[in-house]
């Protein structure tokens, strides 16, 4: 199980970046988010989405983050620029039973003692999205973005066009 | 010269995700970031953070966006989940003169015969941030997030705390 936990997620100003970050996380290879508060809407847009696109990809909202960390039995990494280098700690990762945190603007402060690892990717301020697109991709040695979801929806790649097949209507070879 | 566009930005409703599109492409190594439509803010708040953190990189808003792909004199890499898989195209990538195309929800149809390459950091939806950071760091090979930005702030990597050094002010080195 790769999960990851997302923090501060406030459901009107934060919908959209969560929804990014749930994305990727499905994207590159997790297997589950849990969001901090309750956000209907949002569970309903990636639920719609893994309906048709696919994958086992689980999210489960309001949560209590604290009980969610003291429940982990894996390994867990916190992704903050005041961590220290992905590439020093890139060896120690383990591939499974990781709980990956990213937050929103603010953290808590107990969350850097409350993990196995502070993990920058870079010092600079960047996304939250990023930090985790770019550490899923390393961990996984970019495996993540190569997996099969069998989704209703596959798209096949194309070097100037849009296409997909929908096998759950009917095909739409060039839109 | 590695440089961004970022298509489609609404100034209400995408002001988040282009700011994180563009410290994004800041901290990945790229040197500036074109943005279709005026927003004097994202612009403002962007420029803020490259005075307080450091680097070159700026931010050029209100651009035509055809004009600037036709006036672009190297490579146009449009990143979209309908390309080709980037393990077939990360070989032909040139790692200056590169202008990378991010688009928001929706991107004109034109696009995808405009530029060189239409690229697919995996064929999921999931979030232009994620692709970009992938992206670069691939093309960078993790060289970018090492870069030394001089900046008035330096983070201080840590296992478990907070710490910088602002040489424009007095020194935290705990906070």
């Known amino acids: 199980m790769l999960a990851v936990l997302r923090l501060g997620h406030r459901p009107g100003r934060d919908r959209r970046v969560t929804t990014h970050v749930a994305l990727t996380a499905r994207a590159f290879g997790a297997n589950k ?3 901090a508060n309750k956000d209907g809407n949002l569970v309903n847009s990636v639920n719609k ?5 696919g994958g086992n990809f689980l999210i489960e909202d309001g949560v209590n983050w604290k009980k969610t ?9 916190h ?3 005041y961590g220290l280098p992905i ?13 990956i945190i990213v937050g929103a603007e603010k953290v ?11 993990v920058a990717i870079g010092h600079q301020p960047h996304s939250e999205v990023a930090a985790l697109a770019v550490f899923l991709d390393r ?3 970019g495996k993540g973005i190569r997996l099969n979801f069998n989704g209703k929806i596959t798209v096949v790649p194309s070097k100037n066009g849009k296409k997909i097949i929908d096998s759950g209507k009917n ?5």
């Not at 989405?49 to 696109?53: A, S």
């Open 79 to 81: 992704l903050t620029m």
């Open 87 to 99: 590439d020093e700690i890139l060896h120690k990762m383990p591939r499974n039973d990781l709980l």
């Open 69 to 77: 960390i003291r429940q982990w039995s894996g390994t867990i990494v």
């Open 139 to 141: 961990i996984l040695e």
């Open 171 to 175: 095909k739409h070879p060039s839109r």
């Open 49 to 53: 989405l893994v309906d048709r696109f």
């Open 108 to 118: 808590p402060k107990d969350i850097f003692n409350l993990v196995h690892y502070n």
């Open 33 to 35: 988010i849990f969001v």
